[in-house]
C-alpha cells in the first residue's frame, strides 16, 4: 500500500522577531503579522528570518 498522503505536507511554522514565518510547498517561505503577509515570498529560510528581523520588533507572537 502506498501513502495516500503523499506530496502533501503539514506547513512549518517558526517565530522570529514576533513575526510568523510559515514554510509552504516549494520550498516557499512567508512572514505574516497575523493574518496578513508582509513582504514577498522567499525561496530560503535565511532571507525570510533577515526579513522579520528588518522590520519592527513585536512584543508577542499573535494569531
Known amino acids: 500500500m502506498g501513502d495516500l498522503i503523499m506530496g502533501w ?7 522570529v522577531n514576533g513575526y510568523k ?7 516557499t517561505f512567508k512572514v505574516f503579522e497575523g493574518n496578513r503577509q508582509l513582504g514577498d515570498d522567499f ?16 512584543d508577542a507572537p499573535r494569531d
Open 9 to 15: 505536507k503539514t506547513p512549518k511554522i517558526e517565530y
Open 21 to 27: 514565518i510559515i514554510e509552504v510547498e516549494g520550498p
Open 43 to 58: 525561496p530560503y529560510s535565511g532571507e525570510t528570518a533577515a526579513h522579520a528581523n528588518s522590520l519592527p520588533t513585536r
